[in-house]
C-alpha cells in the first residue's frame, strides 16, 4: 500500500507530536501541520501547571494510565535530547484525615497497578523531613513526579518535525474537512488542499472541528478556566516540589495545589470554573458565541445542576483572594493572602456527555481518514508522545481495513 499524505490541525503539544510521529514511524509519506495562531503551543500547552505526572490516579488499564506511563519514558528521553529543562522534584499528595487517608490508600493501590515507580505512603515525620512547611497526617509520595516547560518540548517536538521535512502552516485556521472518495479536503483560508489522512488536534476548538467534519458534536467541549497565584519570591522556600491535596471524588478536577514552576516560580492555584469563552484569558472577558453554545447545550444544565457544592467551593475562590489562598493554606498554614500575587490562567478543554457527566479517558473517535482528539485533559501533555504513538497506530489500522 502506498503511504497516505498527512494533515494535522493543531499545534498544541499533541498535534505537534502526532505530526512528528506521523514522519519518524514512516506511516505518511509527507506531513502538514496547521495551527490557526502566530505560534505553536498559544492555549491549552502553554497555559498548564507543567506537571509530568507519574500515574497516579487513573484507572488501571485505560487510556490515561497506559499513554501516561509510557509519556513520561518517551518525554524524559526528548528533553534530555533537545536540552529542554527537566526537574524530577517529586509529589507529595497530603492527607488531613482519615477519610483521606482512606482515599490516599486507593490511589496507592492505583498507583501500584499502574507501575509508577518509588511510590509510598509516608508518615508526619517524613512529610516534614521533604516538604517542611507543609502539614497533613500522612501523605503519598510520588519520587518520579517532575516538571518541565510544555511550551519547549512543543518547539522541541516541531524541530524535530520539520528536521524531517515536515510543513509547518501557522497563521492557518482550518473552517472544514471533507472526506471525498480520493481523500480529505482541507479548508484553511478559502483554499482547499487534499490529504489522504487528518488528524484534528484542535483542543479547545475540537468538538467544533468535528461537527463540521461529519463527526457529531457530542462530546460537547465546556470550558472550565483554571486561574493560578503566584508566590512572592520571599516565600517561595514555603515548597520544595509539588504538594497536592487528596482529590475528593465528588468533585471534578484535583483541588488547588501548590506547584514548582522550571523557572523557579511557585504557582498555587488552579481552581476550577465555567470560562467566559474557549479562549477568555482574562478575568471579565467573554464570548457570546461561547457562551450560547454552553447555554444551549443540556449536557451542561445536567452537569451544573449536580455539581452545586462544587460550584459553590470554586466560585469562591474565584471572587475571593482570601479564599483562594485558604484552600492551600490547608496544606501550608504559613501561607497568607500577602503571599500571593496573580498569576495567569489556563483553560480546559473538558469534554462533557449529553447526560453532564464529564469524559475521564482520553477520546480518539474518527473514520477511515480522519480521526479526532475529542478528550484529551490533564494528564495529556505528560502522554502527548504516546498518545501520538496510539493515534498512529489506530490511523494505519483503520486505512488497512
Ligand atoms: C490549567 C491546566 C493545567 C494543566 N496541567 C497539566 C499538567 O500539569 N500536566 C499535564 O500533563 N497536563 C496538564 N494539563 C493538560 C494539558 O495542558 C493538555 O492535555 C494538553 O496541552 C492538550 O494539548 P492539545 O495539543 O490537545 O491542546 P492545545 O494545546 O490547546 O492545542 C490545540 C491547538 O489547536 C489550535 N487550533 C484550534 N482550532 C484550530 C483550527 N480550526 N485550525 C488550526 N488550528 C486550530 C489551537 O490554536 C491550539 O494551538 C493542564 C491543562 C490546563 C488547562
Not at 496507592?108 to 516538604?131: H, K, S, Y
Not at 480529505?184 to 489522512?197: D, I, K, W, Y
Request: proline share 5%; with cysteine.
Amino acid at each position: 500500500m502506498t503511504k497516505p499524505t498527512a494533515a494535522v490541525v493543531g499545534g498544541g503539544i499533541i498535534g505537534t507530536a502526532v505530526a512528528r510521529e506521523l514522519l519518524h514511524s514512516g506511516a505518511a509519506s509527507a506531513v502538514t501541520l496547521f495551527e490557526k495562531e502566530a505560534e505553536l503551543s498559544f492555549h491549552q500547552t502553554g497555559h498548564n501547571s507543567g506537571v509530568v505526572h507519574a500515574g497516579l490516579y487513573y484507572e488501571p488499564g485505560g487510556l490515561k494510565a497506559t499513554l501516561c506511563r509510557r509519556g513520561v519514558g518517551l518525554l524524559r528521553e526528548l528533553a534530555a535530547r533537545h536540552d529542554v529543562p527537566f526537574d524530577v522534584c517529586g509529589k507529595v499528595v497530603v492527607a488531613r484525615d482519615a477519610v483521606e487517608l482512606e482515599r490516599l490508600r486507593v490511589i496507592l493501590a492505583r498507583a501500584v497497578a499502574n507501575g509508577v515507580p518509588g511510590v509510598r505512603m509516608i508518615d508526619r515525620e517524613e512529610l516534614g523531613a521533604l516538604e517542611p512547611h507543609a502539614t497533613g497526617i500522612a501523605a503519598l509520595h510520588s519520587p518520579t513526579t517532575a516538571i518541565t516547560d510544555y511550551r519547549r518540548v512543543t518547539l522541541a517536538l516541531a524541530e524535530d518535525f520539520t528536521a524531517a521535512g515536515g510543513t509547518l502552516l501557522l497563521n492557518h485556521p482550518v473552517a472544514e474537512l471533507v472526506e471525498t472518495g480520493a481523500g480529505v479536503r482541507v479548508e484553511s483560508g478559502g483554499t482547499a488542499a487534499h490529504f489522504g489522512l487528518v488528524i484534528n488536534c484542535t483542543g479547545l476548538q475540537s468538538d467544533r472541528l468535528a461537527g463540521r467534519s461529519g463527526d457529531g458534536r457530542e462530546p460537547r467541549i465546556v470550558p472550565f478556566f483554571g486561574a493560578y497565584m503566584l508566590l512572592r519570591p520571599e516565600r517561595r522556600h514555603l515548597v520544595n516540589g509539588l504538594i497536592y491535596p487528596v482529590p475528593d471524588p465528588r468533585y471534578p478536577f484535583l483541588g488547588v495545589h501548590l506547584t514548582k514552576r522550571i523557572d523557579g516560580e511557585v504557582m498555587v492555584g488552579p481552581n476550577a470554573f465555567l470560562a467566559g469563552g474557549r479562549e477568555a484569558y482574562r478575568g471579565l472577558q467573554f464570548s457570546p458565541r461561547d457562551l450560547a453554545d454552553v447555554a444551549g447545550f443540556p449536557g451542561f444544565w445536567r452537569f451544573a445542576a449536580g455539581n452545586v457544592p462544587a460550584a459553590f467551593r470554586e466560585g469562591r475562590t474565584v471572587l475571593s483572594k482570601r479564599a483562594f489562598v485558604d484552600a492551600a493554606r490547608a496544606y501550608v498554614p504559613e501561607l497568607g493572602v500577602a503571599d500571593v500575587v496573580p498569576g495567569r490562567r489556563g483553560i480546559r478543554a473538558q469534554a462533557m456527555k449529553a447526560d453532564g457527566s464529564l469524559v475521564d479517558d482520553f477520546v480518539i473517535t474518527g473514520s477511515r481518514r480522519i480521526l479526532h482528539v475529542r478528550n484529551a485533559p490533564s494528564p495529556g501533555a505528560t502522554s502527548a508522545m504516546a498518545i501520538a504513538e496510539h493515534i498512529v497506530r489506530q490511523a494505519a489500522e483503520r486505512m488497512a481495513v
